[in-house]
Structure formats: C-alpha cells, structure tokens
T-cell receptor, first 109, second 113 residues
Framework: DQQVKQNSPSLSVQEGRISILNCDYT??????FLWYKKYPAEGPTFLIS?????DKNEDGRFTVFLNKSAKHLSLHIVPSQPGDSAVYFC????????FGKGTRLHILP | NAGVTQTPKFQVLKTGQSMTLQCAQD?????MSWYRQDPGMGLRLIHY???????DQGEVPNGYNVSRSTTEDFPLRLLSAAPSQTSVYFC????????????FGQGTRLTVV
C-alpha cells in the first residue's frame, strides 16, 4: 500500500504565478515531512521540510503547509520561475524516508 | 566536497549475473539508503541502514542484499540480475532522524538484458 500519494502526475503553471503541489499520506506515525526536487539525470535535492508540530514552514519562495487532521501537505512556490520546472517528490520520515511518485512541474513562459 | 559517491554511473548486465553497486559518503552520516526510480513509480526504498552493522528492508527489498560494515560505505548487491531490476538506483545519506535532509548520489543507471 502506498503510504505517500501524489495524485497529480504533472502540473503546468504560468511563469510568475503560484504553483501548488499536493501530497497525501496514510500513516500518522511520521514526524517529519520533506519536499525534494529532481532534474533529469541528477539525484534529488532537498527543498524544504516541516515537522509534525508545525503547520507551516517558509523558505523564500517556497512554503510548505501541513494539515495533520487531513493527512495532507502542500508545497507552494510563488512566484514560479522557469528553473522550477522539475519533478517534485513529497517524502515522509521516521527512521527511514519514504517518497511519493512525484509531480512533474512545467513552468510556462 | 565529495558528499555521496556512487559507482558505477552506468552498467549493463546479462540476466543471472551478479554485481555490486557502490555507495560511499564522507559526511559521517548514520543513515544510508538505496532507492530505485522507475517511470511512474517514484523513488522506492530498497534497503536502509541507521548505523554500522544495522540494516533493514524497505518497500522493494526482493532480489537485493546490503551490508553496512563501516559508517562510510553501503553497497547494494544484486545476486542474480533480472530484467525487472533495470532501473536508476540512487543512494542517499543523512544524519539519523529528525528534520534533517538526505543527500543523494548522482545515480547508477542499470540495464539488465
């Protein structure tokens, strides 16, 4: 069973607008939630994280929101830039890190 | 700044052959792990380790073995390669637990024919 669900395989957003990527999880035992970004032919790189005791964490253009009752987190990117075009993975962490299937974000000029 | 180093970058195997994918990190991280990435499947955890001498299975462990004799190294062994193991493999390391980020290697593209 999938513990981390990213139900949108792809998303297209106009440059300068807000990109919202969503993630749902099934196991409430995870304490930490992370977002990673991946370009083709490269390893994933860390973007932003949030612990289960918070509901929002912000870092520059990137904000992660956590709704524990709904078991849902989202990543907001504003304003979206061409370099943001990549695959974004949601991940959950306890003693291991479990990833979702990813969402491919296309930033349109 | 080596970080996480994976070797080889590319490999072609014949069905039934064995090989070891190497992973080394120089950050003294306790946690190390192996993932495979397949189209439409995301990053799936194969095996992980929270310290030298400790390993555990992830989501898709069948067909793979690991060991962790040192903090720095975490090799992944394919005992008898199958075409279903054609994938891109990533190794990652991090401090153990918490809101700490994991650092990934550049990946090994493996093709089993």
């Amino acid at each position: 069973d999938q513990q981390v669900k990213q139900n949108s395989p792809s998303l297209s957003v106009q440059e300068g607008r807000i990109s919202i990527l969503n993630c749902d999880y099934t196991n409430s035992m995870f304490d930490y939630f992370l977002w990673y970004k991946k370009y083709p032919a490269e390893g994933p790189t860390f973007l932003i994280s949030i612990s289960s005791i918070k509901d929002k964490n912000e870092d520059g253009r990137f904000t992660v929101f956590l709704n524990k009752s709904a078991k849902h987190l989202s990543l907001h990117i504003v304003p979206s830039q061409p370099g943001d075009s990549a695959v974004y993975f949601c991940a959950l962490r306890d003693d291991k890190i479990i990833f979702g299937k990813g969402t491919r974000l296309h930033i349109l000029p | 700044n080596a970080g996480v180093t994976q070797t080889p970058k590319f490999q072609v195997l014949k069905t039934g052959q064995s090989m070891t994918l190497q992973c080394a990190q120089d950050m003294n991280h306790e946690y190390m792990s192996w993932y495979r990435q397949d189209p439409g499947m995301g990053l799936r955890l194969i095996h992980y380790s929270v310290g030298a001498g400790i390993t555990d299975q992830g989501e898709v462990p069948n067909g793979y073995n690991v060991s962790r004799s040192t903090t720095e190294d975490f090799p992944l062994r394919l005992l008898s390669a199958a075409p279903s193991q054609t994938s891109v493999y990533f190794c990652a390391s991090s401090p153990r637990g918490g809101e700490t980020e994991a650092f990934f290697g550049q990946g090994t593209r493996l093709t089993v024919v």
